[in-house]
């Protein structure tokens, strides 16, 4: 029985990256490593065995638990509550229930995910190498889909994947994934793996293909992950040499017309002014100010899980905001009949699971940073730092490979402590 659990989660892992290509559409695309969590703890409930591990890696993380329960009550509660205007009509895979209560399911495989991940990884790091692997392969074929279509190649397209895949100017850049930002956070943390078990060319590589996302979030977390991890070594010796040449390359890129248009306007124009350079930071914007105020209206419980965008349209008054609205943004602004999303999960958690659930989230993560800190493992402290920077132009936090990787810190600590 052990030799199978083991056998399984080596599969679970190499299947993390394939969340869009190889999956199953039942309504919803079933991924691989979604299956074989399931039946990883299926074979744990027939075996009714809860080791004392388990026990203390649940007790070691009040946070995470205390938040899986308010969700739950927050989805019981929102489930039968009236309000007092009329919700968003947008397309649902199921219902408005039925879509909230599999985001809830989906919570729970996480936080599962989380614990298997701790109690595997504790008891040897190089079981992380069918990640590694699974990532490679995936990075492989992101490069294949990048170059063939940026020259207007063919291609071929796995199952499961969309008809047409996320691209930015034809060129394909969401890999095995849905979206480009799941990706790119996908290849820092495969990275951060690679280089923690000892493979250093790989891990290069896997940040290097961090540009077929074309993602500007993973651009700037793969930046941070690598100033951190090398911090000690930026302003000693041969290093030194370089600075003059980045100053220079710095100060010509910023006379460029990309710079102007796709970073200076972003940063600098305001969002009450809308121009094409700062659409997407004035869409951002109001977005997680829906969210934001959604949260603050419903302090406690927040408005349920996944449960944001039947909330758009009542939080959405973008004219206060917007002082120049086109036709074409009045249009978009409102997304008819679509689910808008906050792009940003401390938003999403804040206006979903309310106060209580946020600091809740937030504890967890925190505590997960101060862990990775004490470990003294400059690696996966920077895929940690990673991630929360990401966290902030991110699509969602219900990613099995973010659950994997958060384990690792903890994984690290229990070895420590049984050595």
């Known amino acids: 029985m052990k030799v199978k659990f083991t056998t399984f989660f080596c599969l679970f892992l190499f299947f993390l990256p394939f969340t869009q290509a190889l999956t199953i559409n039942i309504g919803f695309p079933l991924k691989g490593s979604e299956l074989l969590l399931m039946i990883m703890i299926l074979l744990y409930m027939l075996v009714g065995y809860v080791s004392k591990e388990y026990l203390y890696f ?29 919700l968003k009509k947008i397309p649902f895979r199921i219902s408005a229930f039925g879509d909230s209560f599999l985001r809830l399911c989906y919570i729970i495989l996480n936080i599962i995910a989380f614990f298997i991940s701790l109690f595997f990884i504790s008891r040897s790091k ?3 190498k069918y990640w590694v692997i699974g990532a490679v392969i995936a990075a492989c074929y992101s490069w294949y889909l990048f170059i063939f279509s940026a020259l207007g190649f063919p291609y071929i397209k796995l199952f499961g994947m969309e008809s047409s895949p996320q691209n930015l100017f034809g060129i394909i850049r969401c890999g095995t994934f849905r979206e480009g930002n799941f990706f790119g956070l996908f290849l820092i943390l495969s990275s951060a793996v690679a280089f923690f078990n000892g493979k250093a060319k790989t891990g290069w590589f896997l940040l290097f293909t961090i540009i077929t996302t074309m993602s500007t979030i993973s651009i700037v977390c793969g930046g941070f992950f690598l100033i951190y991890i ?12 370089i600075y003059p040449l980045i100053f220079i390359i710095i100060l010509f890129s910023t006379r460029t017309e990309f710079f102007q248009y796709y970073v200076k306007a972003k940063i600098f124009q305001p969002v009450s002014h809308l121009t094409n350079g700062n659409f997407s930071k004035v869409d951002r914007y109001l977005t997680g100010r829906i969210a934001f105020k959604q949260g603050i209206d419903n302090p406690l419980i927040g408005v349920g899980p996944y ?49 209580v659930g946020f600091f809740l989230f937030i504890v967890f993560l925190g505590k997960t940073l101060i862990l990775a800190f004490k470990n003294k493992n400059d690696i996966i402290t920077g895929g940690i730092i990673a991630i929360l920077i990401s966290f902030n132009a991110f699509p969602s936090f219900i990613m099995l490979f973010i659950w994997v990787f958060l384990a690792i810190p903890y994984a690290i600590n229990y070895q420590k402590r049984i050595i």
């Open 58 to 86: 649940v007790l070691n993380s009040k946070a995470l638990v205390f938040f899986l329960i308010w969700a739950l009550f927050s989805f019981v509660i929102n489930s039968f509550w009236q309000y007092e205007y009329p």
């Open 126 to 128: 190089s079981i992380l």
């Open 230 to 241: 090398y911090r000690k070594k930026l302003f000693t010796g041969k290093v030194l040499i």
């Open 307 to 355: 449960n944001y965008a039947l909330h758009y349209d009542y939080y959405n008054d973008y004219k206060k905001v917007v002082k120049n609205p086109s036709e074409w943004f009045d249009d978009f602004i409102i997304r008819k009949n679509k689910r808008g999303i906050t792009n940003n999960v401390y938003l999403e958690v804040w206006s979903e699971y309310g106060i």
